[in-house]
């Protein structure tokens, strides 16, 4: 009986610290201005949960205990810094008022629930610091940020865990070498780190819609945080059209969240999927804040404006031979003049493929695969597979189906490819 207890407890305490770590984290960096100080902390609450909670009870509200803990083992540490006495005694005005209230644990479950936008987007501004190199600023943030492992950075970036690990432990030497501060960067330091920003924002939907590990295919806590983020940059950034583009692209992606997972949990492909599903509203918005973004730039438009429109294209077809392939498959190619990346041409070779047939997409295709960076990425031999099949060579197309699989990390997506390749024919 104690050892369920005990396996019950570590289950909703990682559960709990993969929902609302990134959160903790970022109030805490605020608190004690050393990203990997909070971290430590954070850590600590956890390791105090886990001895605590099997003898007294989860708490009815674990994300605040773990919080209301983390704070006062931030108290504790800076006591013991001499050099810090100045923030310990502001840290613990704040904590002394916290235990004056009437249920500070409901305090600090408010400060996670009602101010996190802004406590996640400082935190994303200043791990995006200028000092770091744009890859260091990247990983930084998508951890303590976004809560993502190194590994599920790493397959982000199509790069080696090891890279992505050290990126990260020098990017929070140096932050704190230079004294940096978690407080919101002045207006006028917004443009020298706004590009990483949205970078990163878009980088933590991405891994909430199509996670790169695991037993589910989406992450809908990530998608959520990277929503209120983007909508939060419109209010602070109005007449920005990256900003805007940004956003109308996350409310195009997420409006198909309800349509792209089957009663079974498998994924439904974009064109299987019941467009019914899909959330109107979502796509009202996502078109009038492209709307918005189109009266806000001169010259070519950029990489998230170019991606919100190819987006637009399928938001608009509410039937899948009713998307206009040809525009996409145009804007694709402005948007690997602006943006070139394998993934981005990857993209491109699937849209002249559904445009102009799967001979020119499997040409396309082939062009790229053997760019390093492609190397092992499962979607390669995913779309070769795709052009094999409507080509008629299916043999081929299952071999790829088959290498596919075997590539990803994902088992929703592993089971998906797999069961394509069970459905063709051709000798084993």
């Known amino acids: 009986m104690i050892g369920e207890r005990t396996d019950g407890v570590h289950r909703t305490v990682e559960a709990v610290w993969r929902l609302e770590s990134a959160k903790i984290i970022a109030v805490l960096a605020r608190m004690v201005n050393d990203v990997g100080l909070a971290e430590e902390l954070a850590s600590d609450a956890v390791i105090a949960a886990l ?12 994300a605040a205990w773990l919080m209301v803990t983390a704070k006062r083992r931030a108290v504790d540490r800076i006591r013991r810094d001499q050099n810090l006495k100045a923030k310990y005694e502001q840290v613990a005005r704040r904590l002394e008022v916290s235990g004056r209230a009437e249920d500070p644990i409901a305090e600090a479950e408010a400060e996670l629930d009602d101010d996190i936008g802004d406590e996640l987007l400082r935190v994303v501004f200043c791990a ?13 943030t998508l951890k303590v940020a976004a809560g993502l492992t190194t590994g599920e950075i790493a397959r982000a970036y199509l790069t080696g865990e090891a890279t992505v690990a050290q ?15 978690f407080e ?24 909430g819609y199509t996670a790169t590990a695991g037993e589910d295919l989406m992450r809908p806590e990530l998608c959520q945080d990277a929503m209120r983020l983007a909508q939060r940059l419109t209010a602070l950034l109005p007449d920005r059209a990256e900003v805007l ?23 439904v492909p974009l064109p299987e999927q019941d467009r019914a599903k899909w959330d109107r509203l979502l796509i009202r918005r996502g078109l009038a804040t492209l709307h918005r973004a189109a009266g806000t730039w001169s010259g070519e438009a950029g990489p998230y404006v170019l991606q919100a429109a190819i987006a637009a294209c399928h938001a608009r077809a509410t039937a899948p031979e009713q998307t206009d392939w040809v525009r996409i498959a145009g804007l694709y190619s402005r948007l690997l003049a602006v943006q070139p990346s394998p993934v981005v041409a990857l993209n491109r070779a699937v849209a ?22 492609l190397r092992g990425y499962h979607l390669v031999p995913a779309v ?5 099949e409507r080509m008629g060579r299916e043999a081929e197309a299952r071999e790829a189906f088959e290498r596919a699989a075997a590539a990803t990390d994902n088992s929703r997506e592993r089971g998906q490819l797999l069961r394509r390749a069970e459905g063709l024919g051709g000798d084993r």
């Open 167 to 181: 990126r990260i432990v020098r990017a929070k030497r140096k932050l704190a070498a230079a004294g940096v501060t």
């Open 352 to 373: 002249f493929g559904m445009a102009f047939g799967p001979e020119r997409g499997l040409e396309l295709v082939d062009e790229i695969a053997d760019l390093p960076a």
């Open 51 to 62: 001895e605590q909670w099997p003898a007294e009870g989860v708490p009815d509200r674990p």
């Open 128 to 140: 995006c610091h200028p000092i770091l190199s744009p890859e260091a600023r990247a990983a930084l």
């Open 245 to 267: 583009g940004l956003a109308a692209l996350l409310d195009f992606q997420a409006s198909r969240s309800r349509a792209r997972i089957g009663a079974d949990g498998e994924p």
């Open 384 to 388: 070769r597979g795709e052009m094999l």
């Open 184 to 207: 919101a960067p002045a207006a006028d330091e917004f443009d020298e780190r706004l590009e990483a920003v949205l970078e990163v924002v878009y980088l933590i939907f991405n891994e």
